[in-house]
């Protein structure tokens, strides 16, 4: 018996890095699991996979009835999907901080819209956002990341209160620097700054990020909801 027999779960970003492995781990605790992406997963697990813009509403529509038709319910929504564009507040361009804040920071809204009847309708509804180490604190190179990543965190709060008494729990996810292909594009030399800096003295791995948020997911975090969970080696510490 998994953790999370009986429940459907969406995983946005899913097709690699965190999102990849938190749908894995999701389907191993027993849930049946679709996941989202503009990109094809290289190797999809034998999950539901749907191609999804997440900042345009008529693709969350689509996905929304599509899972629904194909399980009949949803439990859980983990907004994962993000993209990092640099840019310091001298130069970025509005171009880049428009589509950085629509994906990180309207995508979660429009999931959050688009799920919640049927999330209420599951009597045990999560909704896991995925935040940052970049949004708790000020240092970095993406100003519209950073932005995006605060507003994560508030946006939980709002929710987590909005949708209580629809029985919906809302939480975030705060992971640090995770050995992901993100993480990688970053090349050596940011590796070992990140890995010196982190007290624990490595990356984190996607499994460390997916242990939280299968917790947020199940029973055992009941009572929990209107806060966040830091995966990040004691970094913030």
Known sequence: MGKLDGRVAVVTGG????????????RDEGAQVCITDVNAPDD???????????????????VHDRVVAE????????NNAGIFL????????????????????????????????????????????????A????????????????????????AAREFAPRGIRVNAVVPGFVDTPMMAAGGKELRDTVVRRTPLGRLGDVTDIAYAISYLSGDESAFVTGTEIVVDGGMLA
């Open 86 to 133: 640099p840019g310091m507040i001298a130069d970025i361009s509005l171009e880049v901080w428009n589509r950085t804040l629509a994906v990180n920071q309207t995508g979660i809204l429009l999931g959050m819209q688009t799920f919640a009847d049927v999330l209420e309708e599951s009597g045990r509804g999560s909704i896991v956002n995925m935040s940052s180490y």
């Open 15 to 26: 097709s690699s890095g965190i999102g990849a492995g938190a749908a894995r781990h999701l």
């Open 135 to 158: 949004g708790m604190q000020g240092h970095g190179t993406s100003v519209g990341y950073q932005a995006a990543k605060w507003a994560v965190r508030g946006m939980t709060r709002f």
């Open 44 to 62: 999809g697990g034998g999950l539901m996979f749907l191609d999804h813009d997440v900042s345009s509403a008529d693709a969350w529509r689509r």
């Open 71 to 78: 399980f009949g319910r949803v439990d859980v929504l983990v």
